[in-house]
């Protein structure tokens, strides 16, 4: 029998990464929130790789740690080992990524919830929601416990209707044997929402000491550590080594052999795989040319023998996943503690969202994550963090936020999400920003911490702290414009054992360091004044000062195209009745209803003529 238990301003129904961001968010911004999960002991689960960050990836978390969220400090309090990828490149795809704890990261997100003011967390499957005739929402937990709110937040990651694969084996299941979100799915179905089947994967864990160690390429963390957070208190250090090791001829021969008893390849999964991890059988078909794969083995915690083997995640059968696994060295006598698995659960179509990932046609509703059909719990954490502002700020009555492609990889990723669609599980990559050396990782703060200060996630006492490092910067650059070295003997071999031309008078220091063989550590013996500041303070005039024309000239494109970003489109315009748009035009725009020009310029299918036309209406409209 139902019974009405309490009203609140939000609801989010999912506690993975997006859910606890959203959640977070929204009591944050002063809303009565409440956040349910299935079972409390799996709140911020890895469900997959205990990891936090990687290319791209890594610029995300910093984002939302500029923002006022939660996932880099948790990740930082969490840390097995710490590593920035691809130092050998340029610094707009330097990304950091560490190996997490995963229990110790779920606890920690567990307690950080339990103590948010403002917030409730309960452990109950939602298995209804909908909207009354005073335009709240209402759900319902399994128990037939009924609760209300003006906004809710969908954030059910891979539980929506999940199934599990291996072999021929197949059953309703949540990852990591969890319920499945079941009677929901269809509820969503019913309710009228575009759903469609994606699917996901996960590798096989082992057991730490029956891996013979003696076989594997080492990888150890970085001597210096750079913490996901701007606002660090952890002492983050590098606690255990990661390995690497690759499959061989015999590992294939045994994939291929047993192709027919993939359930991927057998036809038994619908849902669509993501494109950028796919699976070991999936590898083999796609790389046919290649003879072995990278494999990394990974710790999944300080007080657990478990083992994560990236690169192979597979659905074949538990007894062709054991004997592949063996072919590889330094994995023969590996024992699986747990078995690899497909996945495949029910998400809904980006398209029916609003920039602020607000559903178009259901007011108060809002998507992310997983469900929003991207894949990684660092897209997922920032899109619960944008959904549980803008959830808050409609509670609030305030204006929503809207984020920019051209300031964060956060605006790029929603921006794709709900203007371009994905027919496979998105994923964040640097090379999906057109604006990727203004949106560096190492830079986030300068980017994203006034927004988050304006809309309240961010303390005084915080922002005080960053414009401290604001006036840092700007009087060390000065500094390194007034500073003048004098030619020597010392400092000239230094230069030409760096293949950069030797000095023969006074050079002041910016020059030297607009030098790209230089930096500021190779100087450290000339540049005698220099004061005692923060690394992150000299790293950003060096960015600054070596890459000043190539961001000047990026900063022309964002000024230009935020010449149409400003001119809104009413979310009332009737796009039938505007003459001179093609036919997909009228339609791709009514469905996807862009905020702006400037996002209807990137959707596939309006052509520069029909942006020309809405140019011309919108000037007419504004006469009017």
């Not at 009565?32 to 999960?37: A, L, N, Q, S």
């Not at 084996?169 to 994606?198: H, I, N």
């Not at 659905?315 to 054991?322: A, K, R, T, W, Y």
């Not at 559903?359 to 509703?365: H, M, P, R």
Request: proline share 4%.
């Amino acid at each position: 029998m139902e019974y009405f238990a309490k009203k609140y301003q939000v609801i989010v129904i999912g506690a993975g990464h997006a859910g606890i961001e959203a959640g977070l968010a929204s009591a944050r911004l002063g809303c009565e929130t409440c956040v349910f999960t299935i079972n409390l002991d799996w709140v911020g689960n890895m469900a997959c790789n205990p990891s936090i960050g990687g290319t791209s990836k890594g610029h995300l978390v910093r984002e939302i740690d500029a923002l006022g969220g939660e996932m880099g400090k948790a990740a930082d309090a969490n840390t097995l080992q710490s590593r920035i990828l691809n130092l050998g490149k340029g610094p707009a795809v330097h990304s950091l990524r560490a190996q997490i704890d995963r229990r110790l990261y779920s606890d920690y997100m567990k307690h950080v919830l339990e103590l948010q003011d403002k917030l409730d967390l309960r452990q109950g499957e939602i298995i209804d929601l909908k909207k009354l005739d005073d335009g709240t929402w209402q759900v319902k937990t399994h128990l037939e416990t009924v609760y209300t709110a003006d906004c809710v937040i969908i954030a059910t990651g891979t539980f929506l209707s999940g199934k599990v694969y291996v072999g021929d084996v197949s059953y309703e299941s949540g990852p990591d044997g969890m319920f499945p979100a079941k009677r929901l799915g269809e509820v969503l179905k019913q309710l009228g929402l575009p759903t469609r089947r994606f699917k996901t994967g996960t590798p096989s864990r082992v057991n730490r000491k029956t891996v013979n160690y003696q076989k594997l390429e080492i990888q150890n963390g970085d001597e210096r550590i750079v913490p996901f957070s701007f606002d660090n208190k952890h002492n983050v250090q590098n606690k255990l080594p990661c390995y690497i090791t690759y499959t061989n001829l015999d590992t294939k021969s045994i994939i291929m052999e047993n192709l027919h008893r993939s359930p991927l390849y057998g036809g038994k999964i619908d849902g669509k795989g993501p494109r950028y991890c796919p699976s070991i059988e999936d590898k083999m078909v796609r790389f046919a040319e290649k003879e072995r794969h990278q494999i990394f083995i990974e710790p999944c915690g300080e007080n657990t023998e478990e083992m994560y083997l990236q690169g192979l995640s597979s659905s074949l059968p538990e007894d062709v996943q054991i004997k592949f696994i063996r072919s590889i060295p330094g994995l023969e006598n590996a024992e699986t503690m747990r078995t690899a698995y497909a996945i495949e659960y029910d998400c809904v179509d980006p398209l029916a969202l609003k920039a602020t990932l607000e559903f178009n046609d259901y007011d108060g509703l809002f998507g992310a994550g997983q469900f929003n059909g991207s894949s990684g719990y660092e897209e997922a954490a920032a899109q619960g963090l944008v959904a549980g502002i803008n959830a808050a700020l409609k509670v609030l009555g305030k204006r929503p936020l809207i984020f920019e492609r051209s300031g964060s990889y956060i605006g790029t990723l929603i921006d794709d999400l709900v203007t371009k669609g994905c027919s496979d599980p998105y994923r964040m990559m640097t090379s999906r920003s057109e604006y990727r050396l203004l949106l560096r990782q190492d830079n986030a703060d300068r980017r994203l911490t006034p927004i988050g200060h304006s809309i309240g996630l961010i303390s005084d006492e915080r922002y005080s702290n960053y414009l401290k490092k604001l006036d840092l910067i700007a009087q060390e650059k000065e500094r390194v414009q007034h500073t003048v070295l004098s030619p020597s003997d010392e400092l000239n071999k230094v230069l030409v054992s760096r293949e950069t031309s030797p000095v023969i008078t006074g050079i002041r220091l910016i020059d030297l360091l607009k030098r790209p063989q230089l930096n500021y550590e190779i100087l450290t013996n000339y540049d005698v004044d220099r004061p005692d500041l923060p690394y992150e303070v000299f790293e950003q005039v060096e960015i600054d000062i070596k890459y000043e024309g190539y961001i000047k000239r990026q900063q022309a494109q964002v000024d230009e195209m935020h010449r149409l970003e400003v001119k809104l489109l009413p979310e009332t315009i009737d796009y039938n009745t505007i003459i001179g748009l093609r036919l997909e035009a009228r339609e791709k725009l009514s469905k996807i209803r862009p905020h702006n020009i400037g996002q209807a310029s990137r959707i596939s299918g309006v052509s520069p003529s029909d942006i020309s036309v809405l140019l011309i209406y919108l000037e007419k409209e504004s006469k009017k």
